[in-house]
C-alpha cells in the first residue's frame, strides 16, 4: 500500500512563514511529478505548484515570489515553504504525486489526506 503522508500546516499570522512536507511510503519503484493543490471553503482545489521529476517548477500566479516548491527524491518527499502569508492563503493542502510502483507497469495518481493551513489577519 503507497500513501502520502502531510505534516506542517497550522496557524500562523499574515506574513508569517509555514514550511509543508510530503512524505511518499510503500512499494514505490518510482515517482514522477509531484504537486501541492489547496482547497477554500466553498471553493474548487486550485494548483499551487507543481514539480517535475527533473526539478523544473511552475506556481499558480497569486503565490510566486511567496512559495517554493522542492523535492527530495531520495526520500520521496515533496516540500512546500510559504513565505508572506496573506489571510486569502487558508486553505487544506493537499498533495499530490504520480507514482509508480514495485512490480507496476503504470503510473497511478496519489493524493494525501490534507494539511489545514490559516492564516490570520
Known amino acids: 500500500q503507497v500513501q502520502l503522508v502531510e505534516s506542517g500546516g497550522g496557524l500562523v499570522q499574515a506574513g508569517g512563514s509555514l514550511r509543508l512536507s510530503c512524505a511518499a511510503s510503500?512499494?514505490?519503484?518510482?515517482?514522477?511529478?509531484m504537486g501541492w493543490y489547496r482547497q477554500a471553503p466553498g471553493k474548487e482545489r486550485d494548483l499551487v505548484a507543481h514539480?517535475?521529476?527533473?526539478?523544473?517548477?511552475t506556481y499558480a500566479d497569486s503565490v510566486k515570489g511567496r512559495f517554493t516548491i522542492s523535492r527530495d527524491n531520495a526520500k520521496n518527499t515533496v516540500y512546500l515553504q510559504m513565505n508572506s502569508l496573506k489571510p486569502e492563503d487558508t486553505a487544506v493542502y493537499y498533495c499530490n504525486a504520480h507514482a509508480r510502483m514495485v512490480l507496476g507497469l503504470r503510473y497511478l495518481e496519489l493524493w494525501g489526506q490534507g494539511t489545514l493551513v490559516t492564516v490570520s489577519s
Open positions: 514539480i517535475t521529476s527533473g526539478g523544473s517548477t
Open positions: 510503500g512499494s514505490i519503484a518510482a515517482i514522477n511529478a
